[in-house]
């Protein structure tokens, strides 16, 4: 079981929550879990310590992904049983108050925190292609996620914005709106 994994099965009411958004992109998600990795998904994730930056929790069908320090509900995911296991048949992410510009990305950082935060395994974390360079290790995913992770590059999506606005979209998503 991953460290921060408490032994209760997470629900909405073991940590603060703000409801669920309406403005949201489906993400197009799609994965496969067997039984015992899903039994460990719905238990869900409640945070132990500052570090821990998500909770998580499932409510059948869904599974809710949010800051733990907001309670801004970023993701949703719907599970439907299936003679393999549990597939992912829906998903979405936030846009009132997460502003990422690339579904792609979104989708890496869905299944990084599933495979990471709930599944315990170690996996890359997914850093975008397209910012800037020659940062030390982990200072780009330390805030959103509490701690490094060994990196893998992600392919850049076309530009919507420009870089200055998507890192200070992306800082304001990250730090509830604060600090300019």
Known sequence: MPPCISEAPAKRQSWKTQPVPVLRVDLGFAQTYGPADFERITRGLIPQGMENKWFIYFEEPWLYLHRSWTGVCIYGVRFQSRADGFTAVGSWANREEYLEDSIEYDRAILGFLIERELLGRT?????????????PDGVLHNHPFGRAYPHSAFPAAPPT????????AWWRSISGGNGG
């Open 161 to 168: 914005l420009a870089l200055s606005e998507r890192l200070r």
């Open 123 to 135: 996996v890359p974390f997914p850093v975008r292609g397209d910012l800037p360079t020659g940062a």
